[in-house]
């Protein structure tokens, strides 16, 4: 027989979410994919009833209830479960009664559904991500290579113009396809591949926190909800810093468009999970960064392209913050998701807590 010791430890390192309950439907018990299933903490919740967990509805405790009475085992399927931080997930669950001396037991075990449909969503949007670079890479080729004859042909004019003044005529055509040709590059995102260094995250985000601190003049609400306990990650601080930056100035500005500063909040939260899959690779752990704002939402049309390069919900915006974000995060081999309605929308990145390029110590999904 296997020492309890080493039960514990085969139940903390399962991908299934696990939860034992005792004959008051008390939380006894919860392995790590539990608490980051539940985003709670097992601790902190220990011996508290099931209920200030989740709920679905008051029939799926009746049916606990019945379970712990009866001993009748059940399974529900494609549960919609609301957690108490205002969150909600679909899983199927199983309810199994144990029955030790004279405690009654339940054990329950989650497998989220929305998850797989998120899968299946990042494995779409890393696809689309590929092919519009190439589209994009193919693309400046074929205006940068124009541009440069047609500015090495202002500029030979230039030195045949009999008037000094007609100058000023070439002047536009050589700044106009300077201006066009950074435009491009800036399209491309960044030249050179990152400079990967370990670092906390919570560098990162302090810095961005106090640059726009700095530019607000403490007129918006800055939240900042952090989890101390992230381990280091290996990523280029400049990029990073230059990625939340883009994403915090375009909250910024689409509060300051809908009702000033004043009224606005955003908050930086940072979290670290086990087991997350990020296209095709299971990685141990991850780091999770949030932005999330309560202003006026992503226009419903273009929520889901807004990385793709030029879409911009804003009439003066480039479209280009976005997806050099986005780039910055895919050379991270991480992933980055919005989920936006009026008054809140959320941009989760999600960075390995490994080493990126030529890592071994992924296990393949």
Known sequence: MLPDRFLKQILDNLTTAVLLLDNELCVRYMNPASEILLEVSGQ?????????????????LESLY????????????????????????????????????????????????????????????????EVTKVLVRGLAHEIKNPLGGIRGAAQ?????????????YTDVIIEEADRLRNLVDRMLGPYRPPNLQPLNIHEITERVYSLVEAETQRELT????????????????????????NILRNAMQAIAEQGGLQKGRITLRTRAL?????????????????????????????????FYPMVSG?????????????????QHQGLIECESKPGRTVFTMFLPLEPVPGDKTHEPN
């Not at 902190?44 to 509805?57: A, C, I, K, T, Y």
């Not at 030979?156 to 000023?168: G, H, N, T, Y």
């Not at 939240?223 to 990625?243: K, N």
Request: charged letters at 25%.
């Open 222 to 245: 800055l939240v900042r909800d952090y989890d101390p306990s992230i381990p280091d990650i290996t990523a280029d601080r400049e990029q990073l810093i230059q990625a939340l930056l």
């Open 66 to 129: 019945i379970a712990v009475a009866d001993g009748n085992p059940f399974t529900k399927r494609e549960a919609q479960l609301d957690l108490n931080n205002g969150h909600s997930l679909m899983v199927d669950y199983s309810v199994t009664p144990i029955v030790s001396a004279d405690t009654h037991w339940l054990l329950l075990e989650m497998h989220p559904r929305d998850r797989l449909l998120r899968i299946t969503k990042e494995e779409a949007q890393l696809s689309k991500q």
């Open 274 to 306: 086990r087991q997350f899959t990020i296209g095709q690779v299971r990685h141990r752990l991850v780091c999770r960064v949030q932005i999330i704002d309560n202003g006026p939402g992503i226009p419903n049309d273009i929520v889901e392209s807004i």
């Open 156 to 168: 030979l004019l230039a030195r045949q113009l009999p008037e000094e003044s007609m100058k000023d």
């Open 44 to 60: 902190r919740v220990s011996q508290q009833p099931v209920g200030e967990l989740f709920h679905d509805n008051r029939t799926a």
């Open 314 to 330: 804003r009439p003066e915006g480039t479209g280009l913050g976005l997806s050099i974000t986005q780039n910055i995060i895919s």
